[in-house]
Antibody, heavy 126, light 111 residues
């Protein structure tokens, strides 16, 4: 059974870079059928997709966050990571990692997130 | 403001049928599959419906999804107290080189 677990600092200072890692267990991150994604949820608000990456290097980002986001994959550790730069209080949220189904490559078409990690709260302080 | 539009709330009594709508556009729902996620209080979202109307293993058949044009719906029949949760629709959007869009979520309350 595939499981994902987020890890990283729970508190980040404003203007600095938020860094999180998702460890995948029970399956390989090096699967051609899947991307690996990040989704966040500000307290009391809805879900926002951040971006998704394939182990082969293909990446898709939320256009509104693209300039600040980097997602990378480490196949040797079966992990993928998120970096979000120049954070502000608006980036305070629970951050989830999830497996993201690939439906087609050209044109790009991604599907469902399943399964999800339990989520980790990151608070941006001034 | 979410790209996909959902009502903020819906409610019903046990045993009733509740329907949640999700409205989008030609670049997302109109041309791609719709997904639904259930988020129970204090937990991570869980996939409820994929590819418009498919249920993952373990999801009760009380949950059903449908799509018509640029809108989609999630129906919960035989409403139960454990269905009280937030429900989100999502879809791939072909614009801007492709990205995922979510609805704002609908809180379902069992009266």
């Amino acid at each position: 059974q595939l499981q994902l677990q987020e890890s990283g600092p729970g508190l980040v200072k404003s203007s600095e870079t938020l860094s999180l890692t998702c460890t995948v267990s029970g399956g390989s991150i090096s699967s051609s059928s899947y991307y690996w994604g990040w989704i966040r949820q500000p307290p009391g608000k809805g879900l926002e997709w951040i971006g998704s990456m394939h182990y082969g290097g293909s990446t898709y980002y939320n256009p509104s966050l693209k300039s600040r986001v980097t997602i990378s994959v480490d196949t040797s550790k079966n992990q993928f990571s998120l970096k979000l730069s120049s954070v502000t209080a608006a980036d305070t949220a629970v951050y989830y990692c999830a497996r993201h189904q690939s439906i087609a490559a050209r044109p790009p078409y991604l599907g469902e997130f399943d399964p999800w990690g339990q989520g980790t709260l990151v608070t941006v302080s001034s | 403001q979410s790209v996909l539009t959902q009502p903020p709330s819906a409610s019903g009594t046990p045993g009733q049928r509740v329907t949640i709508s999700c409205s989008g556009s030609s670049s997302n729902i109109g041309s791609n599959y719709v997904y639904w996620y259930q988020q129970l209080p204090g937990t991570a979202p869980k996939l409820l419906i994929y590819k418009n109307n498919q249920r993952p293993s373990g999801v009760p058949d009380r949950f059903s999804g449908s799509k018509a044009g640029t809108s989609a719906s999630l129906a919960i029949s035989g409403l139960r107290s454990e269905d009280e949760a937030d429900y989100y629709c999502a879809a791939w959007d072909d614009s801007l080189s492709g990205h995922v869009v979510f609805g704002g979520g609908t809180k379902v309350t069992v009266l």
